[in-house]
């Protein structure tokens, strides 16, 4: 099959409540906008949530509407999320406080790379990050202790993948295949997340054919994808 | 407190060295930039996913797709390479950052840093601090000397810890100090301060070095 590209409703249609999904972006940067709301039209409930942030609020950085992640949040669907910074959307703080919305942080560099372990078949990753803090202390987001491991004379927490339901990509520029490219700092977590769930869908702004740019302008193989989507809009401020 | 922490930052930025590749943390830190000595051109890391950051855009010029690690629309350099997180945070683990510079709640003086979690406060989380912490190769903390008249230079961190044994160099409105493994050594003090002013604004103590300097405006 070359050409996987369907609505941005046909998309989201295998989602269920409670299911895990992954979001790419940075507060906003480089979200599937288009794959959120159609999440939102869905209405799927008690969702756990892994991406960088939570997105933005409206108002937030000339934000008209929520963006990424905080277009979830606005209408409750999360449950837990997995993130690495939880500081800047307020809408994360306010369900933290009525209790309805439950945390687990990871540094952006382990988070990034449990991540891509996923996707990439790895056991899981061993970093100096996080050593002699609560990282090393508490447990991981599936209530698991922190392993500790010793080679060659320094120390190293293991840290395992995470893997996800559905992983849910933006791209500046995608073929029909599924080939495609993030422009700029879009990039961020879009890259690693492609092949980190069961299903893999990229929203992108502009859609080719197969054949119709040079191969080398795509950075991720549409082996890793199992659907595109087009009409994603280049963010407005 | 602008000209206390232009101070700062203008010391701060007589660490950096021509060609280094230097992570600024948001705040305080981002100020070193504009005061680099003659000569010196560093290549900024923003850890969400590039090396050559140059500035704020202009309003009405944003690109939307260059954002910098705090969110804000921002320009790059020429020079400048677009890479993802996982890139990203490999290059800062891998040791390829001369340094990062950034603020602290409390620092020890074994170099354990705590500055991203006050327990019972709003949750914000670490981003990439733990990470940058560990894995640049020096870390120069920039901060006031005290918070509100409390001690942030400590025997022991009291907070949650973003990394052990991390800090190589703090540098206050009162002096520099160099973490070593006899103890916090005092280089530099600032002339508005005299040796006991500045070990009584620290919680921990200050060992003065022998070759003692004034801390430089200029």
Redesign the interface.
Known sequence: MINKVITADEAVAGVKDGMTIMVGG?????SPEILMDALVRKGVKHLTVIA??GG?DQG??GARTPRGVGKLLEHHMVDHII??????NPK??EQ?AEGTLT?T?V???????K??AAAYGLGGVL?????????ETEKDELGRDKEVIEIDGKRYLLERPLHADYAFCRA?IADTFGNFM???????????MAGAADKVIVATEKLVEVGEVDPDTFAISGVLVDSVVGGEE???? | MADIKVRIAKRVAKELKDGDVVNLGIGLPTMVSDYLPEGVTVTLH?????TGLDAAAEEGK??????N?G???VT?VPWVN?????T???I??GGHVDATILGAMQVAENG?LANW?IPGK??????????LV??AKEVIIAMTHTQKGNHKILEKCTL?????KCVNLIVTEMGVMKVTDEGLVVTELHPDYTKEDIQAATGCKLIFADDLKPMEEE
């Open positions: 940075f507060l906003g940067t480089g960088n942030d933005l937030q950085y993130a690495s910074h939880l500081g800047v994360l703080n933290f945390y942080l540094p952006q560099g382990t988070l990034a790379e991540i891509r970093t100096p990050t996080g050593l002699g803090t609560p990282m500046t993030c422009a700029k700092a879009t990039k961020n977590f879009n890259y690693p280049r963010w407005q401020i | 923003s850890e969400n996913g590039f944003e690109d939307v797709d260059i954002i690690s969110g804000a629309y790059a677009y890479f993802d997180t996982a990203s945070f490999g800062i683990r354990d979690i709003k949750v914000a989380g670490m981003g990439g601090a733990m990470d560990s894995g949650p810890l973003t990394a052990e």
